[in-house]
């Protein structure tokens, strides 16, 4: 068997982006081109690769094998083809984050200037996102930091460091408002990012046992620092990452509430496709976090 490398191109970034006229406007050819060399694929190899479903994109079982096998393939292609560049032109060593919003801009920039100090043959693109993990499959970017849990066969992840929460607000508003009891809390505005205040679920499941809150005022702010600027403006009582509010806690700008109240931590780790953590560039960077975020803890110290 004779399999054209074309075929198998276009068969793994089909399976990346799940759509034929996508694929078609990334490798610069007609719908029908992809279709015919996905069609030819499966002729040569008499094996049937994906499912056809009017509702969306399957894989067969042999068609995960062979996906699986072309993102080998074309992760050592294209590390083969960067070592190359980077001795042929002196091009760059060029890696791409992904990181939710605020972590990226309050925390990641600063952290990165380290490594760039020491590796100067390194460039760092960072992407700022809500939805990263889609991202990371697409292969849009080669790894992303994130504190929400992801799973996926093809990837894995590492451990970089815990995210507390606080609920705080301005003095004057706390005095004002009492709260020092939870309780109080029914009788005030909460800043949610979302108008349900799920958001505020991890704060309640750490007091469910001993109270029962009713939240009967929210105001929504999607994003965590229309949160902040809003609770500065003593607008209301907010739950945020302890990070991003590390400067106002100790100017006495906002105050943490309730802090006898334990609230779930969620984790900040890497998640970076299996065989593209092989890739040297992306294991250096990975040892780096490793290291700085175990001496850089989010809950008591600022960027460096």
């Keep these: 068997m004779n399999l054209d490398l074309h075929y198998l191109k276009t068969f793994y970034h089909l399976c990346l982006t799940h759509n034929y006229t996508e ?19 499966e002729t040569i190899s008499n094996v049937k690769l994906i499912e056809k479903n009017k509702s ?3 894989l067969t079982e042999y068609g995960e094998l062979v996906f699986r096998t072309c993102e080998d393939i074309f992760s050592t292609i294209s590390q083969t083809e960067e070592i190359l ?9 060029s890696i791409d984050i992904g990181a939710p919003i605020e972590f990226g801009n309050t925390i990641l920039i600063d952290s990165i200037q380290p490594f760039l100090s020491e590796h100067p043959l390194y460039n760092i693109n960072i992407k700022l996102h809500h939805e990263l993990f889609e991202k990371l499959l697409k292969n849009e970017v080669d790894l992303i930091i994130d504190c929400k849990p992801h799973y996926h066969p093809s990837t894995e992840s590492v451990f970089l460091c815990d995210e507390a929460y606080s609920v705080v607000s301005t003095p004057e508003y706390a005095r004002a408002y009492n709260l020092k009891d939870i309780r109080n809390l029914s009788e005030v505005a909460i800043l949610s990012l979302d108008e349900r205040g799920e958001w505020w679920e991890k704060f309640f499941d750490a007091v469910s046992d001993r109270i029962h809150i009713n939240l009967n005022q929210i105001m929504t702010i999607n994003h965590i620092r229309g949160l902040i600027n809003a609770a500065m403006n003593g607008m209301g009582v907010t739950l945020v990452p302890r990070y991003t509010i590390l400067e106002p806690l100790a100017a006495g700008t906002l105050v943490e509430l309730f802090t006898d ?19 040297e560039k992306n294991q ?4 780096y976090f490793q290291s700085y975020f175990s001496t850089h803890h989010l809950h008591s110290a600022g960027p460096n």
């Design 261 to 279: 109240t334990t609230i779930r931590e969620d984790k900040f780790q890497v998640f970076i496709k299996t065989e593209k953590r092989k890739m």
């Design 85 to 93: 560049s980077h001795k042929q032109f002196n091009q760059k060593i």
């Design 284 to 287: 250096r960077l990975i040892d």
């Design 23 to 41: 694929t078609a406007k990334k490798l610069h050819v007609t719908q029908s081109a992809v279709s015919h060399a996905i069609k030819k694929l």
């Design 56 to 58: 969306r994109f399957t």
